[in-house]
């Protein structure tokens, strides 16, 4: 008989931390914030240990510089933050899309606007996520609702980054951040480790962003690859240009290759999908409250069912419409006054979508979720 694995009790934050050092991140560059605080004290203390970098930064925008930096240097990188500070990371998120480094961006959500209520939970930056950088520019977000899976997910965004030469952010709220739950700590080996494909060709004929391959592989600075890195519009070699054609080849290039990609970077959770006649559309937190609020309902004769994606962006619309094909409507339960739920209504055309919203500081409880699909029996 094999032996049991040893669980820990764990927070969110700290399941964070501990998932990224598993991925293989070796340097962290941040500056605190509430309730994104922990994961930055816990690599204080946990990179040295391991020969792996911390550095506090003056400001969350020369933290998220930093990681653009150290990542080009080789290392695997990552940086915490919450909405203020996701704001400031904006235009540095936005240069590393373009130069197409990768690095992990862990924004754990609370009350705003502005300096708003710094010790509640919210899942109000959705959207910023998507379009908090300007221009065409391809994203991933990740949304787990667990403490454990916290860690494999924190895993997965680190091998989606390496893979695509993409920043990949994961969006969790302060409710699963500063929650405590127990978790295995996986063997090293258990879960996939992707590193970044390195070039093979001489120094002298390394294109880094060859137009003719969906991710060029990335050379690390110090290691005999001498290139150019812009946020400007650039040819194959790095270096500027005006021509019109390269740089709608390169722009287009950059959101391929996620978009070609969505079936594996797509990651969705189904409970009580096979007869559901009410779907509720759940992430982070929130989906925990559905979680039990399909429960209930099922226990009133009422066939309910949980959609819940772990990747929201990019949105999960294909396995959205296969969930909803014998429901009657849709509930969006989220801690903002509506960003997903418009999602859902386009991607739900002529089916009743509705929106449930808490903007208190307090999540959204089984209770009003389950009135809203009491409303289908």
Not at 197 to 220: F, G, H, Q, S, W
Not at 236 to 243: A, K
Not at 288 to 306: F, H, Q, T
């Amino acid at each position: 008989m094999a032996a049991r694995k040893a669980k820990k009790l764990m927070q969110g934050n700290e399941s964070c931390f501990e998932g990224a050092i598993y991925a293989g991140c070796r340097f962290y560059a941040g500056y605190p914030i509430t309730p994104s605080t922990e994961i930055a004290e816990g690599l204080s203390r946990r990179l040295p240990q391991i020969g792996g970098k911390f550095i506090q930064m003056e400001d969350e925008i020369a933290s998220i510089a930093a990681v653009v930096g150290a990542s080009l240097a080789g290392l695997k990188s990552m940086t915490a933050t919450s909405g203020p500070g996701f704001s400031l990371k904006q235009e540095g998120l936005g240069y590393a899309c373009m130069a197409e480094v990768p690095c992990v961006i862990v924004n754990v959500m609370r009350g705003g606007p502005s300096t708003g209520y710094p010790t509640g939970p919210s899942q109000s930056d959705v959207m910023q996520a998507k379009w908090g950088t300007h221009g065409d520019h391809p994203v991933v977000a990740l949304t787990p609702a667990y403490v454990q899976e916290i860690f494999s997910e924190t895993v997965r965004a680190f091998n989606i980054a390496e893979k695509y030469r993409t920043p990949v952010i994961i969006l969790y709220d302060e409710i699963v951040g500063h929650m405590r739950e127990p978790i295995i700590i996986p063997e090293p080996g258990e879960l996939e480790v992707i590193d970044r494909e390195k070039p093979t060709c001489p120094p002298e004929d390394y294109l880094p962003y060859d137009r003719r391959l969906e991710v060029p592989p990335l050379a690390a600075f110090g290691e005999g690859y001498r290139f150019h890195v812009t946020g400007l519009n650039h040819k194959d070699d790095g270096f500027p240009t005006n021509d019109s054609k390269t740089i709608e080849e390169g722009v287009k290039r950059l959101i391929r290759k996620i978009d070609n990609n969505r079936e594996s970077i797509w990651k969705n959770d189904g409970y009580y999908l096979d007869d559901a006649e009410v779907v509720v559309f759940a992430y982070g937190s929130t989906a925990r409250s559905a979680r039990r609020s399909v429960r209930m309902a099922r226990e009133k004769g009422i066939k309910a069912g949980l959609f819940r994606p772990l990747t929201i962006w990019p949105f999960p619309d294909k396995a959205l419409k296969e969930a909803v094909k014998k429901a009657r409507g849709v509930i969006v339960p989220e801690m903002n006054l509506g960003q997903i739920v418009l999602e859902v209504e386009r991607n739900c055309p002529g089916m009743a979508v509705t929106g449930i919203h808490r903007v208190d500081g307090e999540p959204i409880n089984p209770k009003q979720i389950l009135d809203a699909i009491e409303k289908y029996r």
